[in-house]
């Protein structure tokens, strides 16, 4: 069924409208550093370390450690990129 008959489909009319070029790559990181959920990076005992933040596929907070991820944690970079860059700028 099209998205508009649907009935869940909504005209986009204003914006502002944004976009990131995602393309298709092979990467393989397994591991990481360890962040906390405001991207603030953890040392080996798990505190935060003071002024040290990231986000990014190798910083991914322990959720996809075991396994090689593809393009599923492009969401989670952007996300987690943005939330430890307002909680950098919040210093």
Partial sequence: MPHRESGRGREASEGPW???K???VYFGTVGGLCIDSTGAVQDASGKPIKGLFAAGENANGG???LSYVGGRSM???LIMGRI???SAAAR
């Fill in 63 to 65: 959720l996809f450690n």
């Fill in 22 to 24: 995602c393309p298709v």
């Fill in 75 to 77: 969401p989670v970079c």
């Fill in 84 to 86: 430890a860059g307002a």
């Fill in 18 to 20: 944004y976009a990131v």
